[in-house]
């Protein structure tokens, strides 16, 4: 970052190397997305014991599984005979085994070696030793959070805490009951752009005038780019004559159960480091994942969520996806124009903050200070 003698109005953004060195990408991958609690899957993308997803987290590929138990459970994907991937695909399901394609070492849905070609002639084999290495993982909000820490740091502090800090208490989001909803529709956007062009994006409404229309509409609070979503509490409310949270403002679904009425024609947005954005209107929630792939690409998972009873009887959505599905454009274009202006000259030393974008700042330091770790 450089300190400038800038007016008093503008802080710095971070340098645009931050955005383009492979080094510095290396560096996020080992200090942040290895190193804190990273959503990967959606628990119900796991129907049945033997359903697995391969989620890449940081520089390792990880195997999460729904095991005998009912539970889920994650392991680096790596055999431990030669070190061959066990699975290539990007999901499915096993019967009752992961075998390896290379000398088929063979480990159940909790991990264990349980048959290895010859194994029964090397009894000095530990089985429980040498199975898969095992990966922590919890479940929140209805979403598995894997942490490849040695020691990983606490949920409660790290994930629960960011949601807390937005909106005041964790019962806020508990209202909202997203363990319990379906998936109505699920879109994946492939963006050319630094992960942390599209966090800085999402802190911030200073763009919302300019690139999203509809969503100024439904929300004419976020015109003045101002309502930023780190006042603690606040939901940006509807415009008087907005019915529901739609492309067009026409009306929604029922409000779910759980959701209060101080709650009700409110829209709040949060940001949980370092890849997770949560949208909590009164009928839906959407909740955006987001891949680093590389320093200039990552990739975007969005799922909508509804009540169950609104999935099930195959209600129309479009007009309630529409909304966001657009605002996620706007926004992972405007990324993608920045993108390669970060490696411009005229970004060698950043640019600026204005002060309705100053926390951002915040995130830039916090950044900073874990790569020094
Ligand atoms: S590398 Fe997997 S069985 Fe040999
Ligand atoms: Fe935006």
Same mark, same amino acid.
């Given at each position: ?140 909000? &209805? /979403? #598995? ?9 606490? $949920?409660? =502090?790290? +994930?629960? *805490?960011?949601? @807390? ?59 003045? &780019? /101002? #309502? ?9 409310? $509807?415009? =008087?004559? +907005?019915? *529901?949270?739609? @492309? ?126």
């Amino acid at each position: 970052m450089t300190t400038t003698d800038l007016p008093a109005s503008l802080i710095p953004t971070l340098s645009g190397q931050y955005y383009t060195d492979p080094a510095i990408f290396a560096l996020e991958q080992s200090h942040v997305f290895e190193d804190m609690w990273f959503c990967a899957v959606r628990s119900s993308d796991l129907p049945t014991p033997g359903s697995f997803k391969k989620v890449q987290v940081g520089s390792e590929s990880v195997l999460v599984v729904r095991s005998r138990d009912g539970q889920l459970r994650s392991f680096l994907n790596i055999c431990r005979h030669r070190g061959a991937q066990i699975c290539t695909e990007e999901s499915g399901a096993v019967k009752r085994a992961f075998q390896c394609p290379y000398h088929a070492w063979t480990y159940d849905l909790e991990g264990k070696l349980v048959a290895a070609p010859n194994l029964t002639k090397m009894p000095d084999v530990d089985r429980v030793q040498y199975g898969l290495v095992p990966v922590a993982l919890r479940e929140w909000l &209805g /979403y #598995a959070w894997v942490c490849l820490a040695k020691e990983p740091p606490s $949920f409660e =502090d790290e +994930v629960v *805490g960011e949601i @807390v800090e937005r909106l005041g208490s964790v019962e806020a989001i508990d209202h909202y009951q997203l363990d319990s909803l379906s998936v109505g529709r699920r879109i994946t956007y492939d963006v050319k752009a630094n992960w942390k062009l599209i966090i800085e994006n999402f802190m911030e409404c200073y763009h919302c005038a300019t690139i999203h229309p509809e969503l100024t509409e439904v929300l004419p609070e976020f015109a003045d &780019g /101002y #309502a930023a979503q780190f006042f603690v509490g606040h939901g940006a409310e $509807f415009g =008087d004559d +907005v019915q *529901g949270f739609t @492309v067009d403002g026409s009306e929604g679904f029922d409000r779910l159960p759980g959701v209060e009425e101080d709650q009700d024609r409110r829209y709040y947005a949060i940001t949980v480091k370092p890849t997770v954005f949560v949208n909590l209107v009164p009928d839906h929630v959407i909740f955006h994942r987001m891949f680093p792939v590389s320093a200039d690409r990552t990739i975007v998972e969005c799922d909508w969520l509804y009540s169950h009873e609104v999935v099930e009887s195959g209600r129309d959505v479009t007009r309630s996806v529409e909304l966001f599905h657009r605002v996620n454009e706007q926004d992972f274009a405007a990324c993608e124009r920045t993108q390669p202006a970060m490696s411009s000259r005229a970004y060698a030393n950043g640019g600026v903050l204005v002060p309705s974008e100053h926390h951002i700042g915040a995130f830039h330091d916090w950044l900073t200070q874990r790569l020094a770790r």
